[in-house]
């Protein structure tokens, strides 16, 4: 299974100084670009960039959709995303049951 993430913005050039940011390294896209969209076969590595994102969303003028396979489309806010990380991993990685008194707080 994979989820899609998918960047909007309505600044030129904000998408791009974002992933420059996210990516630590040029990001070559068009700079006029609003759009910017990526398939994550990981689902791990989509949370690391909903959380980056998330967590500096006040320097980006970037909006975050995460689409699923089943054709789930949602926004991602500075509300929920806490919310959609718990449910990926609660969707995409599966608990472990362990003997009483070894589990991890």
């Not at 994979?2 to 309505?10: C, E, G, P, R, Y």
């Not at 070559?28 to 609003?34: G, K, L, P, Q, V």
């Not at 003028?61 to 959609?84: A, C, Q, S």
Request: glycine share 6%; charged share 25%.
């Amino acid at each position: 299974m994979s989820v899609t993430l998918s960047l909007w913005s309505t600044k030129q050039g904000e998408i791009r100084r974002f992933l420059h940011s996210f990516y630590q390294k040029d990001y070559i896209m068009e700079e006029d670009s609003r759009r910017w969209v990526k398939k994550f076969f990981n689902p791990m590595d989509s949370i690391d960039m909903i959380s980056a994102l998330m967590d500096n969303y006040e320097s980006f003028g970037v909006t975050l959709y995460i689409h699923m396979e089943n054709g789930y489309l949602h926004k991602i806010t500075e509300e929920n995303y806490d919310d959609v990380i718990k449910g990926l991993i609660g969707i995409y990685y599966l608990t472990v049951n362990c003997e009483p008194g070894l589990e991890i707080s």
